[in-house]
């Protein structure tokens, strides 16, 4: 206590509340009055309470120098807690001695010194146990060699997350399309879509993208004036595919901005064959044998020519009458044997027999090329033959099917086209191939009649 007359006052005392000692002296003046030098009064560490800082008097000027005098009373149950008073201000504060990780010769942690840290203004507590608990989250800093009066560094930015471009959203699309063993072709397709129109979106994130239906709606107008309706529709189609593939596992992409697409209205190209006399006539005239039978195989299978071009020697059952397709449009999930008829079965024969004379015993391909890097026929030696488009042949064997009476679902299957329904996924094709093999019969037979002009006629089913 510091040296002065008087005690407690009477009030704190009575209700059993410590006071501190008494502000002044009995002739008024402030206990350090006669010795400024001691810079501050002391008092004895004591238990510290709410009331107890409440009635600590307020410190004031040393007359000569104008200095405010400050002083402190230490609290006794958390070694280093102090309340430090000014002329116009209580404070919480914790001293303790800062220690580093690092060690002495003797094992010992490496003092860094005293530090004082303030806790804040007293009336900013409620309760004297807020005041320790906060203190003694500060010691525990200490202990730790962390100065709290030290600012903290800056916590490093977290780098931008990269975002998710369109680049990578068509690279993830293609190698799902080769997981599925899609066809070379179809990939490669995709692949100049983008090199051609879409090039520029390369690095454009997908969200930004996903964001921009207008500009997607324009891109789409840009390229039906430039180069088509059916280039802009493919090109749309290719980005609605890429998004719906990423938004599989990006949940939070908005919709797909080909939404707002108006694509173009696309006329099916219904050309096709009407004078089989005259096409047969085209057909033998053509100067390469391996192109005319290619034609004709075309004509009486409405196969695709892409698939036609790569049959294989090895795929044959002539015996059974089969020619297994492993790889058509779709991948090998839609793998399936075309139904070869007796007339088809003749000419792929002696096509069979003319490679081995010109192409070797082991040359797989049905229809060869020594001109082809591919080992055979492609596109470009069709194209020279000037004749009807290969895709129209298709049209044209889907159009003698229904001329002799074949139902859409037989058709269907020897097109190799999906049935539509949960029955059409019921009907397996490879149990049916009797019933293929007579069907494509029909065909051959009626394609024939309309060839050599002895048309045959077949009775339609009887409607129910």
Not at 217 to 244: C, S
Request: charged share 25%.
């Amino acid at each position: 206590m510091i040296g002065c007359e008087g005690g407690l006052a009477k009030s704190s005392a009575s209700r059993g509340i410590p006071s501190p000692a008494p502000a002044r002296f009995a002739d008024g003046s402030p206990p350090w009055a006669n010795n400024w030098s001691t810079a501050m009064p002391t008092f004895a560490p004591t238990k510290l309470t709410i009331r107890f800082v409440e009635n600590l008097p307020h410190a004031e000027r040393d007359p000569t120098s104008g200095r405010v005098l400050s002083y402190s009373v230490r609290d006794t149950l958390v070694p280093g807690l102090m309340v430090v008073v000014n002329a116009n201000s209580k404070s919480f504060a914790v001293q303790r001695d800062l220690y580093s990780e690092e060690r002495d010769a003797q094992g010992r942690r490496v003092k860094l010194g005293t530090r004082r840290v303030r806790l804040g203004d007293a009336k900013g507590f409620l309760s004297i146990e807020a005041v320790r608990a906060k203190a003694q989250e500060v010691i525990n800093q200490l202990r730790a060699g962390i100065d709290p009066n030290k600012p903290a560094e800056p916590e490093a930015l977290p780098e931008p997350k990269k975002e998710f471009t369109f680049a990578q959203a068509l690279d993830s699309y293609i190698d799902r399309c080769e997981r599925k063993a899609r066809r070379p072709s179809t990939v490669l397709g995709y692949r100049n879509l983008f090199e051609r129109y879409l090039k520029d979106w390369a690095d454009r994130p997908l969200r930004e993208i996903g964001d921009d239906t207008l500009g997607v709606d324009e891109r789409h107008r840009t390229i039906t004036k430039n180069n088509g309706p059916v280039a802009a529709n493919q090109t749309m189609r290719l980005v609605r595919a890429v998004y719906r593939h990423a938004r599989r596992k990006m949940r939070d992409l908005p919709p797909p901005p080909t939404d707002a697409v108006d694509f173009n209205d696309e006329k099916r190209r219904d050309v096709i064959v009407t004078d089989w006399p005259a096409f047969w006539a085209a057909v033998q005239g053509l100067r390469n044998p391996v192109t005319r039978d290619w034609y004709l195989f075309l004509a009486f299978t409405g196969m695709r020519r892409g698939a036609a071009s790569e049959a294989r020697i090895e795929h044959l059952d002539l015996e059974n009458g089969f020619l297994h397709v492993p790889n058509p449009k779709g991948g090998p999930k839609r793998a399936f044997d075309l139904p070869l008829s007796a007339f088809l079965v003749d000419m792929v024969r002696q096509r069979v027999k003319e490679n081995a004379e010109v192409f070797g015993k082991d040359y797989p391909w049905l229809f060869p090329s020594h001109t082809s890097g591919k080992g055979h026929l492609t596109q470009s030696h069709v194209r020279h033959a000037g004749l009807v488009n290969p895709h129209a042949l298709r049209h044209s064997y889907a159009t003698a099917a229904a001329a002799v009476g074949l139902d859409p679902f037989t058709i269907k299957l020897l097109l190799n086209h999906q049935l539509p329904g949960v029955t059409g996924g019921y009907i397996h094709g490879s149990a049916l191939g009797a019933t293929l093999r007579e069907a494509q019969g029909r065909v051959s037979a009626y394609l024939l009649g309309q060839i050599h002009g002895n048309v045959l006629a077949f009775p339609r089913r009887a409607v129910a």
